[in-house]
C-alpha cells in the first residue's frame, strides 16, 4: 500500500502545472507527484557505455521489455551514437540500425517508444513503424517549410510527442571549447523558443519535453549549473527531461570510469527530480526506478 502523500516541497508546488503534464500515445501523465524513468535501448556499434551490446534485434527487444519490466515507462531506442567525437553515420546506415528492433518492439511495447535521431528522415521512418515520440538531440535544428523546424512539423504531422534537448555544436567537436555567458540563462532561452516553435508547427503544449542536454557542448561546471537549475528550467512551463546517465561529468567530478558511475548517476537523478525533473534518461531503470520513488515518497 502507498503511504498518503504529504504535501508537494514549495520548490515544486511553486513551478508551473503545466510543468507537470506529459502526453505520449495513448498515455496522458500526471506528474505531480511522480517522475517518470526512460529507458534507453541503444543499437549502436560505439555508444559510450553500452555500444555493440545489443546489436542482434531480439536481443535488443528483449532487453527492451526487461526494462520495462524493471520499471521504464518510456523506451529511447537510438541508431547513432552522440558522445563526444562521434563520427556522424548517414540515413541508411542509422535506419538499418533502428528499424530491426523497432518492427518488433512498437507492436509489443506496453509503454510509448521514442526515437532518438537528429534526422528527419530517420524519425519519419520510425514514427510510421509505431514510435510515439521523436527525441530530437539536435534542439529542432532542422529546416522544415514556411520557416518552422522539420522535426516539429513531422511529429504533428503524426500526432507524435517531442523532446527537445540542447546541444552546443556537434558531437564531433562540442567538447572542444563549450563557451556560455549564464549558461541557465541561454539554455533556457534557447529551448524556450525551440517550444515555441514547435506549437507553432501544431504540436500540443503537453507533448513537448525541454532538455539541457547534460554533457552537449558543456563542461562541468556547466553541467552542474544546469542540474542545479532544473527548477528554473521547469519555470518555463513544460516538464524538463534530463540524462544524466553514466555520463563523463561523473568521471570528471570523482575520476570514475564509465562502468562504475551508476551510484552518482542515482544522485544526479534524485537531486535534478527534487528540483522539479518529470523524466530521467537512463541505462539504469532498475536502480533509477527505486531510487526515484523512494525519494518521492519522502517528499
Ligand atoms: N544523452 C545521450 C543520447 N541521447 N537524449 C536526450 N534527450 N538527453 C540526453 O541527455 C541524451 C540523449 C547520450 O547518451 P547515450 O545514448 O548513452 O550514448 P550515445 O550517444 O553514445 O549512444
New binding site residues.
Partial sequence: MSPDPAPLPASIAALPRAAFRFRAGDSDYDLTRRALVVG?V?V?PD????GGRWRDPEAALAHALSLVEEGADLLDV?GE???PG?APVSAEEELARVRPLLERLCPRSPVPVSI?TVKPAVAEAALELGARII?D?GGLREPGTGGLPAMAQLAARHRASL?V?HMQGDPRTMQTAPRYGDVLDEVGDFLAYAAVRAQAAGIPHECLAL?P??GFGKTLAHNLALLRGVDALAGRGYPV?V?V?RKRLFGDLLGLPVDQRVEAGLAAAVAAVLRGARLV?T?DVRATARALRTAEALL
Avoid: E, K, Q, W
Fill in positions: 534507453i541503444n549502436t555508444s559510450f557505455s553500452d537510438g551514437s552522440t558522445r562521434a532518438d527525441n538531440v523532446f534537448m532538455d542536454g547534460i527531461l540524462g546517465s534518461r541505462h
